[in-house]
C-alpha cells in the first residue's frame, strides 16, 4: 500500500513539475521590456540604434551610465527607476513625464532593457 501511495505522489510530483511555468530569462525579459519601451516609452523618448526615435524626453542611449535621472532628481538605481517610470509626478512634482499605466510585469521588464543601455 505505501509503496501504490508512493507511486502516485511521484507520478502527482511530476505532473505538476512539467505544468510549473518556467520564470522568464533574463534575456527575454530584455526583449519584452524592449517591446514595451518601443510602443509606451519610445514616442517620448530616443535610443539610438533603435526604433524609438522620441524628442519630447531625454535621449536615453546611455541611461545606466548616468550618476542621476530626473534632472538630478535622483540617484540612478534600479529602485529609482522604476519609481521614477511607475510616477514621476509623484517624485518630482510638474515634470512633462507623465504617469505611466504599466503593469507589474511590464515594469520588470522595461527595467530590464533599461538596465541594457550603458
Not at 509606451?40 to 548616468?66: E, F, K, N, Q, W
Request: proline content about 5%.
Amino acid at each position: 500500500m505505501k509503496a501504490l501511495v508512493l507511486r502516485h505522489l511521484v507520478a502527482f510530483t511530476i505532473c505538476l513539475a512539467g505544468k510549473a511555468i518556467a520564470a522568464p530569462s533574463v534575456a527575454q525579459l530584455e526583449r519584452e521590456g524592449y517591446q514595451v519601451f518601443i510602443e509606451r516609452c519610445g514616442v517620448c523618448h530616443a535610443v539610438r540604434g533603435t526604433d524609438a526615435y522620441g524628442i519630447l524626453g531625454p535621449d536615453l542611449t546611455h541611461l545606466m551610465s548616468r550618476r542621476y535621472i530626473g534632472a538630478g532628481t535622483l540617484p540612478n538605481t534600479v529602485g529609482n527607476l522604476g519609481g521614477w517610470i511607475a510616477d514621476a509626478q509623484a517624485q518630482k512634482p510638474g515634470c512633462f513625464m507623465p504617469t505611466m499605466d504599466l503593469s507589474g510585469p511590464e515594469l520588470q521588464a522595461v527595467l530590464a532593457y533599461l538596465q541594457t543601455l550603458r
